[in-house]
């Protein structure tokens, strides 16, 4: 059971906006900055949000994210089907002393 | 180009030990906190361990604490992850990350991994 709470999965049709939550509390996402992770199946994560909402060089504006209270959110516009991975939210979490992360949400584009 | 590979990875009986390391280059190993990270067969990410630039903070999951021991040496640009004690719900796939620190942290490179597999 993980401290941030995704969905599943999510589906959309390619060209259309999908976003993807992550719930925590208090002690995790309302009390740090949460970062979104990006891994495509047979490759290593990659960064794709830090910091709430700003991107790493080379990530498209078509991925965003946002914060508010203890929920962010992940919102990917323009599907393409290389988009197809599982993302995971992350951030630190002050009553545990440890880094948590959410436990992933399998995009697919139909 | 910003470089993490691992090795070390292998196969451990229960109870045994493994020693993994993760040589650093295309950066300053010291300037950075890293972190180790994992990610069993066919399930999410599992965060393992942080340390701090010059490793004055060090913190565990409690799945590893007691067990599992991070340091660096920054000399050899090299992080490493002593396991003991190890169980079969330690087998998955570890991987080096470099920690980037804006306003919170985040993990911005991730090293390809090494295989840990502990099984009788």
């Known amino acids: 059971q993980s401290v941030l709470t995704q969905p599943p999965s999510v589906s959309a049709a390619p060209g259309q906006k999908v976003t993807i939550s992550c719930s925590g509390s208090s002690s995790n996402i309302g009390n740090n900055y949460v970062s979104w992770y990006q891994q495509v199946p047979g490759t290593v994560p990659k960064l794709l949000i830090y910091d709430n909402n700003k991107r790493p060089s080379g990530i498209p504006d078509r991925f965003s994210g946002s914060k508010s209270g203890t929920s962010a959110t992940l919102g990917i516009t323009g599907l393409q089907t290389g988009d197809e991975a599982d993302y995971y939210c992350g951030t630190w979490d002050d009553s545990l002393s440890a880094w948590v992360f959410g436990g992933g949400t399998k995009l697919t584009v139909l | 180009e910003v470089k993490l590979v691992e090795s070390g990875g292998g196969l451990a009986q229960p109870g045994g030990s493994l020693s993994l390391s993760c040589a650093a280059s295309?950066?300053?190993?010291?300037?950075?906190?890293m972190s180790w990270v994992r990610q069993a067969p066919g399930k999410g990410l599992e965060w393992v361990s942080y340390?701090?630039?010059?490793?004055?903070?060090?913190y565990y999951a409690d799945s590893v604490k007691g067990r599992f021991t991070i340091s660096r040496d920054d000399a050899k640009k090299s992080l490493y992850l002593q396991m003991n004690s190890l169980r079969a719900e330690d087998t998955a796939i570890y991987y080096c990350?470099?920690?980037?620190?804006?306003?919170?942290?985040?993990?911005?490179?991730w090293g390809q991994g090494t295989l840990v597999t502990v099984s009788s």
């Open positions: 295309g950066f300053t190993l010291s300037s950075y906190e």
């Open positions: 990350v470099r920690a980037l620190r804006w306003s919170g942290l985040s993990f911005d490179y």
């Open positions: 340390i701090s630039t010059s490793g004055s903070s060090i």
